[in-house]
C-alpha cells in the first residue's frame, strides 16, 4: 500500500507527516503503522490502513510499567504471523502516568499522544475540588491540554447555584475551560465537540461522572455501556473497563477510561505547580527562595491566606499534593530522601527561631 493511501487511512486517527517521518525506519523493515485502540491482558486491537489487527504485545518491554504498549500508541506491527507482535511504539508526545497502589512505587501509563484531557465532573454529587485539582495536576503533567466538563447539568436547573458552581471551579482550575454539558438534553455538547474535534483527547473522571454518557453524545450513538447512578450516594459503577480509542463523526478521536477511584501523582511537580499558578507566583515576593510556606517570616503566601487574598483550602491543597508528589519522587531517589530529611530539619530551625521572635516581642 503507497504511503499517500496509508496517510488518507490513518488520518481520521491522528496519522500527519510527523507521525510518517518518525515510522520511516520501520517502514524499511517492511512493519505496518497503526495505532492502537484497544489493549487486554497482553494483547492489543491496533488500526491500519488495512484494516484493525489483533497483536501481541510482549515484545515491547512487558516488565517496564512505563514502557509498556498502551491506547494512543503509534506502533509498528508485523504484516503477519501467528501470533502477530507490535515490535515497537513511536516516541510518544505526551503520557498520562499515575502511580499505582504498589508498595514498589510503579507508575501507570493510562494513554499515550493525548492533546485535550477532558476531566468529567458530576454536578449529581457534591463538588469536590481537591479531586479536580488532583486530576488537573495529572493532566498538566502528561502534557495535555485540561478541560473540565460539568456533566448532568441538567441537574442543577437553577442558573444561579450553577454559576456558583461554575466559579468555584474555574477559582480551582486557572488557565483551564469549564464547561457544562447535558447528554440528556445536549446543553453544551457542540462547545465539547468543537473541543475534541481537533486531536486526540481522552475522558477522565470517577465512577459516575457520566464518561460513558458524554462520549456516546459525542459519537452519536450507544457505543459505550451506560450504568445507572446509585441514588443512594450518586456514585456509579465501573462502566468502561478498558481504554478504548475512538474516532469521532466530527473528526478527532476520543479515549474513554474506566473510572479512576485512585489518582495518584507520579513525578507532577510541574503539573501541581499550574494548578496552583497563583499560588507560585505569590511565592515570588516571599523572603526565602525555598519558602515552604508553613511558619516561615516574610512568607507572601501566608499573607495573602490572612488578607483573604488567597483560599485557605487552596494552599490546603497545594502542601498536599506537593507532599505527595515529593515522597512518591523520594521513595525512588534516595539522594533526594536525605535532602528532604535534612530541608525539613532546617525548615523547622527556621520556625521555631521566628517563634520564640515572636514570643519575645510579646513580653
Not at 468502561?240 to 478521536?253: C, E, F, S
Request: contains cysteine; glycine residues 12%; hydrophobic residues 40%.
Amino acid at each position: 500500500m503507497s504511503s499517500t493511501s496509508v496517510s488518507s487511512a490513518l488520518a481520521p486517527y491522528g496519522w500527519d507527516d510527523a507521525w510518517a517521518g518518525e515510522f520511516a525506519p520501520y517502514d524499511a523493515e517492511g512493519l505496518l503503522p497503526g495505532r492502537v485502540i484497544r489493549v487486554d491482558r497482553g494483547q492489543c486491537d491496533v488500526v491500519t490502513a488495512g484494516g484493525t489487527l489483533r497483536a501481541d504485545t510482549a515484545f515491547v518491554t512487558p516488565h517496564d510499567p512505563l514502557r509498556v504498549v498502551c491506547t494512543g500508541d503509534w506502533v509498528a506491527v508485523e504484516p503477519g504471523g501467528n501470533p502477530r507482535y507490535v515490535r515497537a511504539y513511536l516516541p510518544r508526545r505526551t503520557a498520562f502516568v499515575r502511580s499505582t497502589s504498589s508498595k514498589r512505587s510503579e507508575g501507570q501509563i493510562l494513554a499515550a499522544n493525548v492533546d485535550h484531557a477532558v476531566v468529567a465532573v458530576s454536578l449529581a454529587v457534591e463538588l469536590d475540588l481537591g479531586r479536580v485539582e488532583r486530576f488537573l495536576a495529572l493532566a498538566w503533567e502528561s502534557g495535555a491540554q485540561p478541560v473540565v466538563v460539568l456533566t448532568k447539568a441538567d441537574l442543577v436547573p437553577d442558573a444561579v447555584t450553577r454559576a456558583h458552581l461554575v466559579q468555584d471551579v474555574e477559582s480551582s482550575a486557572p488557565g483551564v475551560p469549564v464547561v457544562t454539558v447535558s447528554a440528556r438534553d445536549g446543553d453544551g455538547l457542540d462547545v465539547l465537540a468543537a473541543v475534541t474535534a481537533g486531536g486526540t483527547s481522552v475522558l477522565l473522571g470517577q465512577s459516575g461522572a457520566g464518561k460513558s454518557t458524554l462520549a456516546n453524545a459525542l459519537l452519536g450513538e450507544d457505543v459505550m455501556g451506560v450504568r445507572a447512578t446509585r441514588d443512594v450516594d450518586g456514585k456509579g459503577r465501573h462502566t468502561t473497563t478498558t481504554r478504548n480509542l475512538l474516532a469521532l463523526p466530527g473528526g478527532g478521536v476520543l479515549i474513554d477510561t474506566p473510572g479512576l477511584r485512585g489518582v495518584g501523582l507520579w513525578d507532577a511537580g510541574t503539573g501541581v505547580g499550574q494548578v496552583f499558578a497563583e499560588i507560585e507566583e505569590l511565592a515570588e515576593g516571599c523572603r526565602f527562595h525555598d519558602c515552604a510556606h508553613e511558619n516561615e517570616p516574610g512568607c507572601a503566601v501566608l499573607d495573602a491566606v490572612e488578607s483573604g487574598a488567597l483560599p485557605q483550602r487552596r494552599l490546603d491543597s497545594y502542601r498536599k499534593l506537593l507532599r505527595e508528589n515529593q515522597y512518591i519522587v523520594a521513595k525512588t531517589d534516595a539522594r533526594l530522601r536525605a535532602e528532604i530529611r535534612k530541608d525539613w530539619k532546617r525548615k523547622g530551625a527556621i520556625g521555631r527561631a521566628a517563634m520564640e521572635a515572636k514570643r519575645g516581642r510579646l513580653r
